[in-house]
């Protein structure tokens, strides 16, 4: 018999982490879990490929690149074949013509290669791995994914970006956020993929999720009438918006690996002043900035709160760090959760 309530995963380049969420039950004792990316099992299972000097076959559904699509490389690099269904492809680029340049070759069967099942949600996994405990997992289920869209012809950083400025230039409210089979727009592919495996699920980014479950921290939430700044400093990922009642009113996101506390801080300064330009921020390696046509620097968006599991890059800022309920690293699900409840009308 499957448990009532809803299945948080919030799914980054690094970790996924999972909430199974019971309502009347204390957080602390919902089951929590905090397991490798699947792009990290599946850069393991070409990495074995690779070592026993194998061929593989990558066949599944589109997902996250990242750790997976660098494995695909190095097997490539180590002149070794990498056969790909089209669907499967995608996760290394969007544009099919690219990834034959790359070296992979298209195929709906390659029997003599190892097969690597691509997908970012596996629900029939993880109820094996439960059910040696005896849990059930519930039928509502929400997942977040961080989605470039589909970027043919442009660069991708500009595609997601561009994404964003649309978003502000619309109500801006983070609600606007949330999607399900009925309003997913069709450029967001991986989430698309997320819903092909679990057509049922509400869907987010990461960056929306982990916005979304700062706020669930009480501390956070008592600074929004006057305006907060948000700061995700993920894996891969770090992205700060300014968020009041609701709304966002500008934000910029950029590589981790390419973030330093000073450029930080700079940034963080200029986003809170409406100066920072969204040159700034692509010419150095980041996806941009921008603002909502409305936003009037003041004297609010003063109190900054971080999360995110690279969050230590913001300890010298005068900050705070978010943890609703206590953990930091389920900020995202806490998000999904807030999420599901809104839609679900009791929130």
């Known amino acids: 018999m499957e448990a009532e309530g809803l299945l948080a995963i919030d799914i980054g380049g690094g970790?996924?982490?999972?909430?199974?969420?019971?309502?009347?039950?204390?957080?602390?004792?919902?089951?929590?879990?905090i397991v490798p990316a699947p792009t990290v099992l599946v850069a393991e299972e070409i990495a074995r490929a690779t070592?026993?000097?194998?061929?593989?076959?990558?066949?599944?559904?589109?997902?996250?690149?990242?750790?997976?699509v660098r494995a695909v490389r190095q097997h490539l690099e180590a002149g070794l074949a990498v056969y790909a269904t089209p669907l499967a492809a995608k996760t290394v680029f969007d544009d099919l013509s690219r990834v034959e340049v790359l070296g992979v070759k298209l195929a709906e069967t390659a029997p003599e290669a190892m097969p690597v099942e691509l997908r970012?949600?596996?629900?029939?996994?993880?109820?094996?791995?439960?059910?040696?405990?005896?849990?059930?997992?519930?039928?509502?289920?929400?997942?977040?994914?961080?989605d470039h869209g589909e970027s043919i012809g442009m660069s991708n950083r500009l595609f997601r970006f561009r994404h964003w400025e649309?978003?502000?230039?619309?109500?801006?409210?983070?609600?606007?956020?949330?999607y399900t089979r009925e309003n997913l727009p069709p450029y967001l592919?991986?989430?698309?993929?997320?819903?092909?495996?679990?057509?049922?699920?509400?869907?987010?980014?990461?960056?929306?999720?982990?916005?979304?479950?700062?706020?669930?921290?009480e501390t956070v939430r008592r600074h929004t009438a006057a305006g907060v700044i948000l700061l995700n400093v993920g894996n891969q990922h770090t992205t700060a918006a300014l968020y009041r009642e609701g709304v966002l009113y500008g934000l910029f996101e950029h590589h981790t690996?390419?973030?330093?506390?000073?450029?930080?801080?700079?940034?963080?300064?200029?986003?809170?002043?409406?100066?920072?330009?969204?040159?700034?921020?692509?010419?150095?390696?980041?996806?941009?900035?921008?603002?909502?046509?409305?936003?009037?620097?003041?004297?609010?968006?003063?109190?900054?709160?971080?999360?995110?599991?690279?969050?230590?890059?913001?300890?010298?800022?005068?900050?705070?760090?978010?943890?609703?309920?206590g953990d930091m690293m389920l900020t995202g699900c806490f998000g999904l959760v807030a999420a599901w409840k809104k839609q679900q009308g009791f929130a």
């Open 15 to 33: 970790t996924q982490d999972i909430l199974l969420y019971r309502p009347g039950v204390p957080v602390e004792n919902c089951v929590q879990l």
């Open 120 to 146: 970012d949600v596996d629900l029939p996994r993880l109820a094996r791995a439960l059910s040696v405990y005896g849990i059930t997992l519930p039928r509502a289920v929400a997942v977040a994914v961080q």
């Open 166 to 178: 649309e978003f502000l230039e619309r109500d801006a409210r983070l609600e606007g956020l949330v």
């Open 189 to 217: 592919t991986r989430m698309a993929a997320v819903l092909r495996d679990v057509p049922h699920a509400l869907v987010m980014d990461t960056v929306a999720a982990a916005f979304w479950g700062a706020l669930e921290d």
């Open 51 to 68: 070592a026993a000097r194998r061929p593989v076959f990558l066949r599944g559904n589109l997902m996250g690149g990242g750790a997976s």
């Open 257 to 325: 690996r390419l973030v330093t506390p000073a450029k930080l801080a700079t940034w963080i300064e200029g986003l809170r002043a409406g100066t920072l330009t969204h040159a700034e921020i692509f010419d150095s390696g980041g996806h941009g900035a921008c603002f909502r046509p409305d936003y009037t620097p003041g004297e609010g968006f003063r109190f900054l709160a971080v999360t995110g599991p690279r969050r230590e890059l913001a300890r010298g800022l005068n900050c705070y760090f978010a943890a609703p309920y």
